[in-house]
């Protein structure tokens, strides 16, 4: 079974910190993205790499950063936590020959006070 | 733009009840269509995966439609059983390949015993 776990199910951080989410996958995918859901906007891209120290930019990439450095692990950061990022976190895999399927972790609930 | 719509947002239905959740898009040129469940709190399970060339798809008790040119997909979901209670997403993939998928906001499924 495809598996794909995140660093953290919850996280409360203050204003200003620099925070990490991780997401490991175990199925050698090419594909990894990162997205957050609220509630009534669904769920919007945030990025998406499709090889090792590739990535691009999804619809909402402001505040945020990724770091690729191998083929199992993408990380968001934010780089200074503020308020309208208290979200859930969602990060999900796919491998270009399963004909795109996405994997999801379980998400990381982050609270910025 | 791709836009994609679910409706209902919510339905309540007693168990046993066959029922159909639908996913409409607006733009016909699409790579492919995933269906999701989501339970609260926790990430996204993937329940069907259907390419742009096939018209259905089925696992157990639930199947998946496509019909591209009008620009829908249906989830059917056969003797429906409290457990099915979850939100459903639809999410669909553009022709480019680049695996960038518009998600739909989800119907709230509720199956009462």
């Known amino acids: 079974d495809v598996k794909v776990t995140q660093s953290s199910r919850y996280l409360v951080k203050r204003t200003g910190e620099k925070v990490f989410l991780e997401c490991v996958q175990d199925?050698?995918?090419?594909?990894m993205f990162w997205y957050r859901q609220d509630p009534g906007l669904g769920l919007r891209l945030i990025y998406f790499?499709?090889?090792?120290?590739?990535?691009e930019k999804g619809d909402i990439p402001e505040g945020y950063s990724v770091s690729r450095e191998k083929k199992e692990r993408f990380s968001l950061i934010l780089e200074s936590a503020s308020t309208n990022q208290t979200s859930m976190y969602l990060c999900?895999?796919?491998?270009?020959?399963?004909?795109?399927?996405?994997?999801f972790g379980p998400g990381t609930r982050l609270l910025v006070l | 733009k791709q836009e994609v719509t679910q409706i209902p947002a919510a339905l309540s239905v007693p168990e046993g009840e066959n029922l159909v959740l639908n996913c409409s898009f607006t733009?016909?040129?699409?790579?492919?269509l995933q269906w999701f469940r989501q339970d609260p709190g926790k990430g996204l399970t993937s329940l069907l995966l259907?390419?742009?060339?096939?018209r259905e798809q089925t696992s157990g008790r639930l199947n998946a439609s496509l019909d591209k040119s009008s620009g829908r997909s249906t989830l059917y979901i056969a003797a429906s059983q409290p457990g099915d209670s979850a939100t459903y997403l639809c999410?669909?993939?553009?022709?480019?390949?680049?695996?960038?998928?518009?998600f739909g906001t989800g119907t709230r499924l509720k199956v009462l015993a």
């Open positions: 999900a895999s796919s491998s270009r020959l399963a004909g795109g399927t996405q994997y």
């Open positions: 199925m050698d995918h090419e594909n």
């Open positions: 790499s499709y090889d090792v120290k590739m990535k």
């Open positions: 733009d016909s040129a699409i790579y492919n």
């Open positions: 259907i390419q742009s060339s096939q």
């Open positions: 999410a669909v993939g553009p022709r480019s390949g680049t695996y960038k998928y518009i």
